[in-house]
């Protein structure tokens, strides 16, 4: 059975930062893009960042362009957003996602996600 855990989420101020974490286990995403998405209360999920599978290309939302940083463990199972110089608007359930296709376009497999909540 495919998993991806997520973790690292919780209440952080304007201006703070965040490293969320995701596991992949069941089967190997070593090959493959990985990626995050996000759903803000009242709003439709969208995509965050992805990575391709060795780490050498990464794409990102204007959004967090230039605050949100996206890597891989050595292991390609893994991987982590590093979320700085985070905003009010950035408060969402993050969603640990592979295969991204395109570097953009979710697949088939969703971790449960984890709460990021930025107070102003």
């Known amino acids: 059975q495919v998993q991806l855990v997520e973790s690292g989420g919780g209440l952080v101020q304007a201006g703070g930062s965040l490293r969320l974490s995701c596991a992949a286990s069941?089967?190997?995403?070593?090959?493959?893009?990985m990626g995050w998405f996000r759903q803000a209360p009242g709003k439709e999920r969208e995509f965050v960042a992805a990575?391709?599978?060795?780490?050498?290309?990464?794409y990102y939302a204007d959004s967090v362009k230039g605050r949100f940083t996206i890597s891989r463990g050595n292991a390609k199972n893994t991987v982590y957003l590093q979320m700085n110089s985070l905003k009010p608007e950035d408060t969402a359930v993050y969603s640990c996602?592979?295969?991204?296709?395109?570097?953009?376009?979710?697949?088939?497999?969703w971790g449960k996600g984890t709460l990021v909540t930025v107070s102003s």
């Open positions: 996602n592979a295969p991204v296709v395109d570097l953009k376009s979710a697949g088939d497999y």
């Open positions: 069941g089967r190997t995403f070593s090959n493959y893009a």
């Open positions: 990575i391709n599978w060795n780490g050498g290309n990464t």
